[in-house]
């Protein structure tokens, strides 16, 4: 199992940036994908961006393409989103999350192992 710890949320108006940062410990982390999901109140847990294994391949939600950024250092076992022009429907709590895939996936069901979530607000 990995264990994965978010950081870099906060208060933000729109237009804004934000980095937000995820270290995983326990197994083996850097063998497996790994992506990010939000879920604003109300609303059902979402995929956002995933990254494979090596970190040369990538995929966005549409609503993220050109805005965000994913990348991951295995080196230091962590996992980022770069989130440029924030828009007020951003609100909500990010996830990071590891899979047991090598390739990127945006399927929730193909993530197993779960941070605690991170709160990201976008005000107006």
């Known amino acids: 199992q990995v264990q994965l710890v978010e950081s870099g949320g906060g208060s933000v108006q729109a237009g804004g940036s934000l980095r937000l940062s995820c270290k995983a410990s326990g197994r083996t982390f850097t063998d497996y994908a790994a992506g990010w999901f939000r879920q604003a109140p109300g609303k059902e847990r979402e995929f956002v961006a995933g990254i494979n294994r090596d970190g040369n391949s990538v995929y966005y939600a549409d609503f993220v393409k050109g805005r965000f950024v994913i990348s991951r250092d295995n080196a230091e076992s962590t996992l980022s989103l770069e989130m440029n022009n924030l828009k007020p429907d951003g609100t909500a709590v990010y996830y990071c999350?590891?899979?047991?895939?090598?390739?990127?996936?945006?399927?929730?069901?193909?993530?197993?192992?779960w941070g605690q979530g991170t709160q990201v607000t976008v005000s107006t």
């Open positions: 999350a590891s899979t047991v895939r090598r390739t990127v996936t945006m399927r929730l069901l193909e993530y197993r192992d």
